[in-house]
């Protein structure tokens, strides 16, 4: 009988250790996964840092990879005043910011009309919705083209303003979807206290609806933002003057300063014969500027972010 009871214990101890064991890889392996992917989204970011700090020696020298010789913030300079940075970030600003506002305002106001009411057209409504989100941007150009210049926008920032203040422009009808899921997830009984109160359907939206709808608000705003900062198709559609280029359009067009040949020749040695000279190093400093707003406003609101796209996912009524 003791036998049998020590063999009991050994068989449950023998348990404890397998189960604490598939913990233990299971937590590896996932942590494996997570660095394995971390690695895969940093390494594009480490490389042009890396880059951008090498002289152009350091650059057309094989033997340096990621650790240059001599630490060169020169190329921030050459770059900022090549790009006309203050200039192309005025642009991108208004663009981006103004579009963003614009659309958390009208999308949300449609995708609260689509998430509560039922209204004639409703259907045929929501299927030109979806087709618009559909349609890829490419295909309707010469149209809008030619419908903005008989307007007179084009060399102007409005063809990316004024499509915003009614729920379009880029990526606007993924942005109504969005309010429309959160606003379907929110109790009625917010709704049906307002009406008791005496608010009608709009006061009832802009007083007690769209302030609760902060987390999609969050969302679509940073969307917005760094799509309206990234693009370049429409920028080059509409603006085809350089006083209105936008950072990417300017980073489009950026080979390097106009010194760079004489700071390659400066800079080349005795030992640096057969070496390429090259101008990656002012191009990834370009990248690393050009994207740098858009890194700075995540830092301030990635925590807010994680919360409303945890929010945004909760049911109500």
């Known amino acids: 009988m003791e036998h049998l009871t020590t063999r009991l214990k050994a068989s449950g101890k023998l348990d404890r250790v397998v189960k604490r064991s598939l913990q233990v890889l299971n937590i590896a392996f996932y942590y494996l996964v997570i660095l394995s992917l971390t690695f895969v989204f940093l390494y594009p970011l480490l490389y042009m840092v890396s880059k951008s700090m090498m002289q152009v020696t350091d650059v057309a020298d ?40 614009l659309q958390i305002l009208s999308c949300s106001l449609i995708g609260y009309g689509f998430a509560r009411y039922r209204f004639p057209g409703y259907a045929v409504c929501f299927v030109l919705l979806l087709f618009t989100f559909l349609v890829p941007p490419q295909t309707i150009v010469v149209p809008l083209y030619l419908f903005f210049s008989d307007l007179g926008w ?37 709704e049906e206290a307002a009406r008791i109160d005496g608010a009608g359907a709009f006061r009832t939206y802009w007083k007690i609806m769209f302030p609760i709808a902060k987390p999609a608000m969050l969302i ?70 050009t994207i740098l707003p858009i890194l700075i406003l995540y830092l301030f609101v990635q925590r807010h972010f994680v919360e409303s796209v945890e929010r945004s996912g909760i049911a109500g009524e």
């Open 62 to 101: 094989a033997t340096v990879q990621w650790l240059p010789k001599k630490i060169s913030f020169g190329n921030y300079f050459l770059a900022w005043d090549s790009l006309k940075f203050w200039a192309g970030f005025a642009n991108s600003a208004i663009i981006s910011f103004g579009s963003a506002v």
């Open 154 to 190: 084009i060399n102007t920032h409005l063809p990316f303003v004024v499509p915003s203040m009614f729920g379009h422009g880029l990526k606007g009808a993924l942005f109504v979807l969005i309010f429309i899921q959160f606003y379907r997830g929110m109790p009625k009984v917010l």
């Open 220 to 289: 679509v705003f940073l969307f917005s933002v760094v799509w309206h900062w990234n693009d370049s198709f429409e920028p080059n559609t509409y603006l085809t003057t350089p006083d209105f280029y936008n950072l990417s359009q300017r980073l489009a067009m950026f080979y390097g300063s106009n010194n760079q040949a004489a700071e390659t020749m400066s800079q080349m040695t005795s030992g640096s014969i057969g070496m390429a000279p090259t101008g990656l190093n002012q191009v990834m400093a370009a990248c690393i500027l």
